[in-house]
């Protein structure tokens, strides 16, 4: 990994991109009058947990991309992987009858990696349609099963589980539900978020947990059994604030669902691949062997587009009974594609060749330990973090826990301020959310939180002195 020079930088025409960003690219998450006042911050290179401006400013990346840079940016080796695979394989057919060595070893793997009997795998392009297939499937099972009205799916207010369409239906952030776009309604239900610092009043942990776990079991029995297909939740959830539910939240789910014949999807797209200090976090952190797991982001660090939809042998079993003459008519050009499924396979040996996880079960918690000092600052109402994920929510009020207004966009307010001083933080409304790479060392755990807590008292005082805060 080299550090970029200044005349790397001295190649790009800056004035040229910021207006051709503002005249061509429409961005994910596109913020119209935003982008045509301010444009986009342009990155250039990126080596290890830091990325560069077009005008060679550092910054170090405690996003990590979009939670995905988990070995780091600019691994030599990644880059020959990816190149010989390119030689001598840039692309093949996946469906039907054809496959290609790198995809058959790196299903081989996921099934090795992966709890229980999730010895199947099917490959996708990314997180949103490892989603949107893992659906499909439970609708073919269902079917195969000979169960026809049990499709309805049941996912959590605040969840995150894609852009598409579909996936965008199956999330439930308010802020990703804008009067512009529709949704699908039927067969998609949304219970409560499992947020211990919102939950109602007077609640204790053990009270919200089990409100939340008979909430669950009475929709399942509204519903009806015999319709309710499946559950669909992440570990913890991530765009929706980094949400840590209670303890034991995961297993109760699950037991409810053994009850009543539902499906258990775990979606993994963020705390798979190290995240959360193991390659899966749904057994290994939460206790829970779920029916279907989805993954992708971490699966490549980012290298390359690759997700996938990881399910179990009683799946398969019914859905490929000998004799059927069934055809699972799904799929994408680009999954199982061989240069993605060549960088998924360099990026676990380099997780296993280096003890990642073992690092971030170390490095993880000094960022537990060190994020939690900012909880006495003004702003701050919770500090939540699990090793590498982590998010500072922003009230108005401590004691009320009551929020800024929208637009006064706070979280973005302070993102600002840390950018400015060479960090950057996803600001999400009122939140700051973290998910460094997985390589971050103590000392670069010290420079976020220092810079963070430096933007923070900036903001709250800026805040006081227009009248937008009055302290607390």
């Known amino acids: 990994m080299n550090t970029p020079n200044a005349d790397f930088f001295a190649q790009f025409d800056n004035e040229r991109l910021v207006a051709a960003d503002k005249a061509h690219y429409m961005h994910g ?44 940016l600019g691994r030599e ?28 070893e790196l299903c081989e793997k996921l099934a090795e990696l992966a709890p229980g009997d999730l010895d199947h795998v099917f490959l996708t392009t990314g997180g949103s349609t490892a989603v949107d297939t893992a659906y499909r499937l439970v609708q073919y099972y ?24 579909l996936t965008m239906s199956l999330g439930g952030k308010a802020a990703d539900r804008p009067a512009e776009f529709d949704f699908l309604k039927d067969r998609i239900h949304h219970i409560s978020c499992p947020n211990p610092y919102r939950a109602p009043q007077g609640m204790d942990e ?14 399942i029995l509204t519903l009806g059994a015999d319709r309710v297909a499946a559950f669909l939740a992440e570990p913890i959830m991530g765009s929706g604030g980094v949400i840590i539910p209670p303890a034991g939240y995961h297993k109760r789910m699950w037991e ?19 995240r959360l200090g193991a390659f899966f976090a749904s057994e290994d952190v939460f206790g829970v062997v779920p029916d279907i797991i989805t993954t992708a982001k971490g699966l490549t660090s980012g290298y390359l587009p690759l997700g996938a939809c990881i399910f179990s042998e009683r799946i398969w079993k019914v859905i490929g009974e000998p004799g059927k003459g069934r055809c699972f008519s799904h799929g994408f050009t680009y999954s199982g594609h061989p240069v993605s499924c060549v960088s998924a396979l360099k990026n676990i040996e380099i997780i296993q060749r280096e003890n990642l996880l ?36 922003f009230v108005a009020d401590k004691a009320s826990k009551a929020l800024f207004p929208d637009e006064l966009n706070i979280g ?61």
């Open 206 to 219: 053990a009270q919200f947990l089990d409100f939340l776990v008979n909430e669950f079991e009475d929709k």
């Open 412 to 472: 973005e307010q302070i993102h600002l301020r840390a950018q400015k001083r060479g960090l950057l933080v996803r600001p999400i409304v009122h939140l700051n959310v973290m998910s460094p790479p997985l390589t971050i060392t103590r000392a670069q755990v010290d420079e976020i939180v220092d810079t963070l807590r430096e933007a923070i008292l900036e903001t709250a005082a800026d805040l006081q002195r227009s009248g937008d805060y009055a302290g607390n």
């Open 358 to 393: 073992a690092h971030v079960d170390d490095v993880g918690t000094y960022l537990e330990e060190r994020l939690a000092t900012l909880a006495d600052l003004p702003l701050v109402g919770s500090v939540r973090c699990k090793k590498l994920m982590a998010c500072v929510e």
């Open 29 to 72: 998450y596109h913020v119209f009058d935003d982008h045509r006042e301010n444009g986009s911050l342009n990155i250039a290179a990126g080596n290890g947990a830091y990325i560069y401006d077009t005008a060679g400013t550092r910054y170090l990346d405690a996003v990590g991309g979009m939670w995905c840079t988990n070995i780091g």
């Open 256 to 274: 409810v669902c053994q009850r009543h014949d539902v499906l258990y999807i775990s979606d993994e797209v963020v705390t798979s691949f190290g």
């Open 142 to 165: 269902q079917n195969c099963r000979g169960k026809p009205e049990k499709k309805h799916v049941i996912t959590r207010i605040n969840a995150y589980h894609g852009s598409t369409f």
């Open 77 to 104: 080796e990644m880059a020959e992987a990816i190149a010989d695979q390119v030689r001598r394989l840039a692309y093949s057919n996946p469906f039907c009858d054809m496959a290609n060595v790198t995809a058959i």
